[in-house]
């Protein structure tokens, strides 16, 4: 294979400027600057950024080759789509060719960029042939994936071979409070460090923000095109839905078993639910199969489940029912408009509600409870919160208050000792 292809960088520093993804960024009005941007990456250290498709992580590559060319030999930057390769053995020599190139340019290999390396079966044997045979010796590399899990476990067959400052980051949707950062960087920056008493004078412009952020979601190319039309176009939808069929049949699963129990989840969204009660309300048969396909999409970090957590025995009980929630609210809108089933307004944002507590530490479980009545966020701290997006409190919202050290009811415009708007919480937290 001509391995110059992806790297035109090699002929002309400056041929980087003319990427397509970098180039992308100058026709978006808004331009995501996730933290991960700071991330050092040091050489001799192999980094992982697992996040969905469609996010941005290639985008963010290109960003960290842009960066690394201003100050090391443009040679000494590899970068490879690995939709194409088929096996270990083709990964291992294309970073044999790789370092062929570097010795007839007299350039140290340093950065190796390898981007959705999870599409590659047993790819973490061809990273570990590579360092052990000091084939690329001392480079850095940079890999991402789609499918955590599977990039979590390649990682983890690397012992001792990752580096003293190798590690796994995550590429998520934004959160609220990164959307506001996003979006209106002004605002952001004079109410970052807002007291909650602060916030209660200047919420318009986090409500406002709040429900754009219904709309869109956190995924930045879903925002700006919101933007630029004033609505989400089709293709923005089909962008979407095909990147997790194409994904799904990858796995040899089926695309109708798919959305009937896709269908199942937003019917009773929000809802504790039992593998088995899902399967019947579609025409699935076995519980073991929404199981399997349940699995399938936490993988691809599409969705994931809420736990019961058990207070008396301080811990969670994995047989009760769970809760399973979308990491995003557009792919919600996206499987709603191809199932043609809609979701309660209320039962969408206690879901944007769980994915913001999740996204703090994707490694984490999220809990619910249920003592007199249901609490839909509980914390192993004895912290709790009950999503409320209602115009009236009532004393019944505060029934299990008594359990908790910290108990917060997050309303839809109600100010008061423990209760807070949901767009506040988001944005403090």
């Not at 996730?34 to 290639?58: A, D, S, V």
């Not at 590559?61 to 040679?75: A, D, G, M, Q, S």
């Not at 570990?128 to 599977?150: M, P, Q, R």
């Not at 919420?203 to 930045?220: A, C, D, N, Q, V």
């Amino acid at each position: 294979m001509n391995i110059s292809t992806l790297n035109p960088w090699w002929e002309n520093k400056e041929a980087i400027h003319s990427d397509k993804h970098i180039k992308e960024l100058s026709n978006f009005k808004y331009v995501y600057h996730p933290k991960i941007l700071n991330e050092k990456f040091e050489k001799g250290n192999i980094y992982t950024i697992r996040g969905p498709r469609q996010i941005g992580k290639t985008t963010f590559l290109k960003l960290v080759i842009r960066e690394k060319l201003k100050n090391i030999p443009k040679e000494s930057i590899f970068y490879w789509s690995c939709d194409n390769i088929n096996s270990k053995n083709e990964l291992i020599g294309l970073i044999n060719e790789y370092a062929d190139y570097c010795r007839i340019k007299e350039v140290k290999p340093e950065f190796i960029l390898l981007d959705e390396i999870t599409n590659i079966k047993e790819w973490q044997k061809a990273i570990k042939f590579a360092v052990d045979n000091n084939i690329v010796e001392g480079s850095c590399f940079i890999l991402t994936g789609s499918n955590a899990i599977d990039l979590k476990k390649g990682t983890e067959r690397l012992p001792g071979r990752r580096g003293r400052h190798g590690k796994d980051i995550f590429y998520m949707p934004l959160s609220f409070r990164e959307y506001v950062r996003m979006v209106n960087p002004r605002w952001f920056e004079e109410h970052k460090a807002d007291s909650y008493n602060k916030l209660k004078y200047s919420s318009s412009t986090l409500k406002i923000l709040f429900e754009r952020y219904l709309i869109t979601g956190g995924i930045p190319l879903v925002i700006n095109e919101y933007e630029l039309n004033k609505e989400i176009p089709n293709y923005i939808y089909e962008l979407y839905y095909s990147w997790i069929i194409g994904d799904i049949l990858k796995e040899g699963k089926n695309e109708q078993t798919l959305k009937e129990i896709v269908k199942s989840i937003l019917i009773c969204y929000s809802t504790p639910v039992s593998w088995d009660s899902l399967a019947k309300r579609s025409s699935v048969k076995s519980h073991l199969t929404v199981s399997s396909y349940f699995e399938l999409l936490s993988n691809l970090l599409v969705i994931f489940g809420c736990f019961f957590f058990d207070l008396s025995h301080n811990d969670v009980n994995y047989n009760k029912n769970k809760k399973i929630y979308f990491y995003d609210s557009f792919i919600i809108e996206m499987f709603s408009k191809k199932l043609n089933i809609s979701v309660d307004r209320e039962k969408i944002i206690e879901g944007i509600v769980a994915s913001n507590i999740k996204q703090k530490n994707i490694l984490e479980e999220v809990y619910f409870t249920k003592i007199k009545k249901e609490t839909d966020f509980v914390f192993r701290d004895k912290k709790a919160i009950e999503v409320k997006y209602q115009n009236n409190i009532s004393k019944e919202d505060f029934a299990n208050k008594g359990y908790f050290r910290d108990f917060k009811v997050l309303s839809k415009n109600t100010f008061s000792r423990d209760v807070i708007p949901v767009y506040v919480y988001l944005f403090m937290e």
